[in-house]
């Protein structure tokens, strides 16, 4: 579902709102992560998800059709502008957060293969 706005000063101060939030919440998961706990899960999570479409969607729109914004407020593009940069390095930071985890976990799952490999090999015997 599009932001519903009537202006591009509207659009812009949803976009600012909607890309703040999505921060804190990324910022929220990488903490988690980071410090080697699942990541946001319940409302929160459905939340970022729900958020994360929904900002996807925006700057498709915004892309397609600049006349949506380009009335805005300088000053309210300058916020967004920052808000969006700050929102881009939250983003490699929690893809950085979640490489480590895959990382680690396809080590688990080699590491736990190898050891029922081994055990249902049995021992070895003497050749012929």
Do not use: C, W
């Amino acid at each position: 579902m599009p932001l519903l706005a009537d202006t591009p000063a509207d659009r812009a101060e949803q976009m600012l709102a909607l890309t703040e939030r999505l921060t804190l919440l990324l910022d929220a998961e990488t903490q988690l992560l980071q410090a080697r706990q699942p990541p946001l899960a319940g409302a929160e999570g459905e939340e970022k998800a729900r958020l994360a479409n929904l900002y996807r969607q925006e700057m498709a729109r915004i892309a397609e059709n600049k006349s949506l914004i380009a009335g805005a407020p300088k000053p309210l593009t300058e916020k967004l502008k920052a808000a969006t940069t700050r929102f881009r390095t939250a983003l490699k930071t929690h893809e950085t957060a979640l490489i480590g985890v895959k990382t680690i976990t396809e080590g688990l799952v080699k590491a736990i293969a190898e050891e029922v490999r081994a055990a249902r090999a049995g021992p070895a015997g003497y050749g012929a």
